[in-house]
């Protein structure tokens, strides 16, 4: 591999094909030259910060509690933009104890965190990809009040 200045990096180009045209990407895999000082100070610092978030994690004693507690607590947030009422504390109650008015944001909740985890999950084999996307959708949507005829499909 060659250094190559980062400001003459071209990303790729459009080939004429048949009736269409693809994109056809040029290698990326190279040791680059960067010119510019505030770039290789802001990867200093990224840099930096990633160290300490790593440091940070060797601190927590349970990082399987530390990420479902963290997964609940998106799956909550991310569930009240489109109008769920679901707290962080009724993420972790069993369905029979949630009250039947309340079930079906219960459900989008417990489906955004089924969702999170197949992904992770499937990363280990699948690269991200319209499969892994449709199937993750698929499973957001699965039951309660968002449940849709599209579900797993683009």
């Known amino acids: 591999m060659y250094a190559k200045n980062l400001n003459e990096f071209v990303s790729g ?4 094909q048949f009736k269409y ?9 190279l040791q680059w ?22 440091a940070f994690s060797d601190r927590i004693p349970n990082l399987d509690f530390f990420l479902t507690t963290h997964i609940a607590k998106e799956a ?9 009422q679901t707290s962080i504390e009724d993420a972790f ?6 009250e039947p008015e ?13 969702a999170i985890n197949h992904a992770v999950a499937e990363m280990e084999e ?10 993750t959708h698929k499973i957001l949507l699965d039951g309660g009040k968002r449940k849709r005829e599209a579900s797993g499909r683009i």
Do not use: H, M
């Open 102 to 114: 309340k079930r079906d944001d219960w459900l989008e909740v417990q489906n955004y965190i089924k």
């Open 76 to 84: 909550t947030l991310s569930s009240k933009i489109e109008g769920t």
């Open 13 to 16: 180009s459009w080939i004429q």
């Open 126 to 135: 699948l690269p991200i990809s319209s499969r892994l996307i449709k199937q």
């Open 33 to 54: 030259i960067i010119a510019d000082p505030e770039i290789n100070y802001l990867n200093s610092l990224a840099d930096r910060y990633i160290g300490r978030l790593d």
């Open 93 to 98: 109650v069993k369905e029979e104890d949630i």
């Open 21 to 29: 045209k693809s994109f056809s990407p040029n290698e990326i895999c």
